[in-house]
């Protein structure tokens, strides 16, 4: 920790900073600068307490932390790229993976079609929510186990494995016993005890960046998963908060390649809801193919305006099978396959 | 629903929007303005399947929804404003509620002394984290049941009603048993599981807003709470996320009154999450009040340096007594007792 | 400056760091901490070249300043409260100041009745724009030098001296000849050679706040109008740009409480910028006032619908007379007159 | 325009609006609503005085406009890709251009040695800033007019067109004299008044996106130059500000592809002020291209640590001939040369 104290304060004051600093078991250090004194804490930050309430104390101008708060997750931890097994399908390799399916399981139908669908134009892993979190209460809230039933059934009709969201604490263990990987969503992506609980199932999870969280933020919430001994995490950018509304979330491509430098572990983007437009969709894959990004997840619906629920941002299977002919060449140029 | 059709379309396409919206069962009304058509669909927007999604199809350029999508937490459906009783408290009537407390139950030692200081300053409710969310795994937690059950010897000890945090679904009959008001945070302000379970305790309930949470989320929220029979509900605007990096989140005061125009329930402020800085809290308190706020939720520590959580912002014993006296002419200009 | 190095890096990259720093003309300080090697860089970091830079070395991972940048408008220069003398009236002091007036200047008839209503009901100052910057380019432009000859004219009539926007190098005469305070906008609030013309003329200056700029770059942009020699500023907060969009901009009180403790300078507050909604501003001017404001800026017109800009801001004659009535217990709640 | 009013108002009240509509020139047109009524406006919303100021009436909840407030810059009114010529160089046809340059000059021998590594490198438009828009009055301000005559010199030896800020009214002639293309920064990017000037010399403009503009007001501002009869605009991308701090800025991809949906006119990103880090410079312009960038803008400097201005984003020379080596495959993926 680095503690900048103001200008011009009696040496009583400064003392009973370094007091405070030896009694909170840090080493302090001192640096006489030309208007201010600083002083450097030695000390580990991520296991005793914090001196960043120092701050609180009159003779304190600035406290500036020095390591970086995460460990598991991060790439100083693990050089090595990390990469996730989902059935026959690798995450994080050297293949492109992408997830495509419905925003919401619908009916029997709507997912067998679109799962054969974007199979059938180079899909690897089917996504599909069957508990829906939104906005307003009555909006539709997801089939629920009947949705993972479908998705299992379609899973054994394709050999997909499948993509779900996790939002209950309560239905973990139902979710777990259906799905290939659990999604954690951009409003539960700070909910630590769904993070936890996830964790202990084993299963590989999908984390979402939350709304308005910093990578730091993010990359810790990632570390409630590994430091509870799962390592099978992948990160997804989905767009984030911002003044700009002509889309309905800002898409930040630029999380792919900073998650990359400082982790680990795959980066997926999620460019379906980053824009909630279906018309930028494919665009915004090659981005994210051109950035790095290990995965994608698509949202595609046989008739995006009679859908369920996000309409607006899935694409028709035509417009899906165009997308994936097109991406060809930038997943080429990104030396993949 | 206001549909917008991009100039210079076909017939047959403006045909297929019309027949389109009659099909999702709105009747369309036609509007032809000087460079496009305008399509008012009229139908409970509420209740039936949205017409956003049309803004797929390549003719439409915007769609727009004309109701509100709130209706129990909203003024026109109550003009008067709401109140709650908490033993002998009433939040949202015309004496103005203070809750204050450590933001870290510690020990019984900490949490007792500071009970009797906040309770002769003039608070009228106890506030203390027992589970505590916290951006990093390797933070306090809390102490968990154990700081429950201190909670509740303080309530014993001095009268005062006590407020904590509710994180888990799988911890709302424990919480519910000691706290009189269940606090749910930021990061869980769209977690609509543990909404809809702490609805159900019929325990009044504080909702903090989401980090990056427009009013009208926040309001939909609200209405988890009320659509599950709970009409106990308060709303806490505890600072948004921003550009703004001197504070740690911006505390948007102007929520109070647009709130309380929009909605009858009670609105609470809290200055001391909603800057992170123990300097500023007593200076906006005094804007919370001016503004409108029926109760404040201040955070307060013996000794805010050696805090387990968040001491940057919680304010001293003498701080606080000094924030209360120097509060009580805004009270009166806002007229409240 | 302090400089972190990255963990495990070898003797020879830490000496490069030491050898440049040195070069650089800082006094170079080690610290060895428990994963990270820390360097204590001292030396004034207004005046010499920054050490920043040197984050695009690869052995070094963070840099931070320890210096505040801002120097003569900051507290620690000047720590009593400066006053503002325009006329008879004084910005800063005891006195609560209401700047009341049209949005735009439309015409001798409009200006001449708000000018007498506002003074009627309290206000001390004139505001009226002549020169507008509009979003688009088909929007009212502002009258021009026929909207000063008229604010003259007001001003001849009422005694208010009044304040208007400066908005080109081009016109900094032509303004400054009629007007008594200065308006900066906030689209100009880092225009750099606007603030240094206006500085030039001596005349006292509003800087508003940029739409996105943080509380450190708005005090160092006062900082160009004190180091042009001008002493005559105030800062005006009128909402920042955020997510929410209920109202216009999100208006940003507790930089009230901050920009008075970090600066010595007289604090402004614009509410009808702020919030676009003239329903809010009456409430929000209670909170301003409340926080410590030493003056309010008001867009007052005869007929808000008919306003050739910004009418939805705007408040009636009576809507002010009111707001100023209801704003007196506030005002002697804050200590002021 | 859309107004919607309130639920349960009065027929008179109904009346009341209908009448100012009226006044206003536009032809009322009512919706009988589930709940509320709706009036659809009729008029041309871009030369008619605004209904949005109705929302100060009580009865009214909302308005809402219908047409796209830009014209000439929209692909509406011009279907083809427009194309920028300067010297040899076109911007916005098949080929990608690239602009590189220090961010500063600074000396002969920096720019000489800059221009010719970047030319040979593959660049074909020199950039380099004489006039330096600075958050700090104590920062480097540029060389001024002798920085201007270094580019031209520059240009001699190379035959590269250059590109460098106009940052003042006053500068426009003498910066009009030496550069190709002017660029207008981020911080002047809504100073409409120095957007007429430009454009008023009918050189090619560069026009940056404001820190915090939405891509309407983006759009608007170019509208600006077009309307001033100046058909020679790009648009560029530099990055937005948001609550993340891990980057200076957040370079906003996405705007890519939705400008080029919306205008005609070519988009240029700048991936080193919109992330502020060299480390990242080559991924984003790989994402640039990916998603449909006409050019590039890329600071490199002989060595960045000793830049005088933004030295951390700055790529080296042999970063940029790796960049421009490594790009190639994006460019032929998109279908560029």
Redesign the interface.
Known sequence: M?I?LK?NIKKSEETAVLK?IRK?GYRP?I??????V?I?A???E??Q??L??????PQVE?V?P??K??KLVSR?AHPRNSTIRVGDVVIGGRKLVVMAGPCSVESEKQLMQTAKAVKKAGAQILRGGAFK??????DFQGLGEKGLKLLAKARAETGMPVITEL????HVDLVAEYADILQIGT??A?????LIAAAKTGKPILLKR???M????WL??G??IL??ENPNLMFCERG????????RN?????AV??VK?ESHLPVVVDPSQ??G????VA??C???????ADALLIEVHPN?????SD??Q?VTFDGFAKLMRDLR??I???GRE
Request: a negative charge; aromatic letters at 8%.
């Open positions: 680095i900048v200008p405070e909170l250090h640096i006489r600068g030309v208007e201010r600083v450097g030695v000390g580990d991520r296991t307490h914090t960043e309430t120092l701050i609180t104390w600035k500036m020095v390591q708060r995460y100083e979190p939104r906005t307003s209460p009555y939002l209950s604490e309560e409003r539960n700070q909910n630590f005890q769904l939350g709304m308005s910093r990578i730091e933020e810790l919430a570390e409630y430091a509870n984030i908060r911002t003044f700009e509304n002509y889309t800002t898409l930040d491509l630029s390649p900073i430098e980053g824009c437009r279906a018309s930028l665009t915004l090659r981005g994210a193919v051109a950035l790095g995006p305006a009679e859908a369920w309409g607006a899935q060449p930038f080429e140029a990104a």
